[in-house]
């Protein structure tokens, strides 16, 4: 059992640490023989900090992930063992997701366990090739290249999601201030309006009488309406992004449009590239990197492929051969990874198309933001041209009249 002690050492310093023993007395009489004057000892609970890491706290974060890699890996290049480098860096946090995760982990390796059993045992905070990755690391031997792998793969994954964020916010941006500015106008403006032009016993056109109709029933029920208008994009988003079904279904609607089309596949060959690359070099044999790779990938139609890739290669084919049965997978990608079979370098070839991937989903991403951005114009001046236009003509008219 996990024991967190506080005392006085014999130059009456104050020290603190985590010690695995079977009971409180073993525990007193390790810190007597330490010669350390104990002040408190508590157990710790880690199935119950196991449930707070991914259930009732925060979870760790990407950015404390790729530092978590990265130190570990820079530890282990040093000539650190993997229980000295975890130890030294849990004296970094007081408390948290990554402290109680680096709780679990000495823990395990204190009791002999591999290093990729506390991975799996948060399976919600770290992702099913990360822990493979480690997993295939540590039974090579080459946990110190993989983990620094990891790092960078994650950071790779960071700058392509700041880059779509950064890239979506412009568009999103003038979405969001449309509908703000049209349910203004049909909840407080256009009723106003209307009541004037109604007095003024103008004949109004059948949109504008529409229109000005719509928005009197919108400022009468003000407040479903408000619901409605901020409540229901919560709902679709949970349903679409939450999901399976949703998720599903949004996947084959987005699909439908070409560009977007192109952008997500480059994407899932981006991933699946990449990943397949990373998961060959911990020293994963082909077959089983496949059906990991194949569950990570993102995209049905990459994921069957790459499982009949896997079956393919277990009935006897070539790399080459079994990537070529599959119509999804570009001609180019399954003859250069026929001649890395040759070569034997089939790791090396994944890799460089990993990097031309991401060069391509950045030039994607660039001309989908540039088809966006006038085509959201092009509504939003639709949308508010048509309302002011039709509010436009009656007051022409009511001029007329003057």
Known sequence: MLFHYTAFDTRNVYVEGDIDMPTLEDVL???????????????????AQA??????????????QIFLFKYLGLMLKVGTDILKAVDVLMQDYDKGPVKNFLLQSRSNLEKGSPFYITFEQNKKVFSY?????????????????TLEKISINLEKDKDLRGKIISALTYPVLLLSLMLVLMVFLMIFLLPKMGASFTEAGLKLPAFTKMLFSVSTYFNAHMVPVLATFFGVPIVLGFYFFKT?????????????????????????????????????????????????????????????????????????????????????????????????????????????????YEKEIEASLKSLVALIEPVMLIFMGAAIGGIAVSVILPMYQMMGSI
């Open 29 to 47: 009489k390790f810190l007597n023989n330490q010669q350390l004057k104990p002040i408190k000892v508590v157990p710790i609970n880690l199935k």
């Open 244 to 356: 399976d079904i949703g998720k599903k279904q949004f996947n084959k609607f987005i699909r439908l449009i070409p560009p977007i089309r192109n952008f997500l596949n480059k994407m899932a060959l981006q991933r699946l590239t990449g990943t397949l690359s990373s998961l060959i070099k911990a020293g994963m044999p082909l077959v089983e990197s496949l059906k990991i790779t194949s569950e990570s990938v993102g995209e049905d139609i990459f994921r069957i492929s790459l499982s009949n890739v896997a079956t393919y290669l277990t009935q006897g084919l070539t790399v080459g051969e079994a990537f070529r049965q599959e119509k999804s997978f570009p001609r180019y990608l399954s003859n250069l990874l026929a001649i890395g079979e040759k070569a034997g370098h089939i790791d090396e070839i994944l890799a460089t198309m990993s990097d031309f």
């Open 129 to 145: 090739v990360t822990i493979n990755l480690i997993k295939a690391g540590e039974k090579s031997g080459t946990l110190q290249i």
């Open 51 to 64: 449930k707070s890491l991914t259930l009732f706290q925060r979870r760790i974060s990407l950015m404390e």
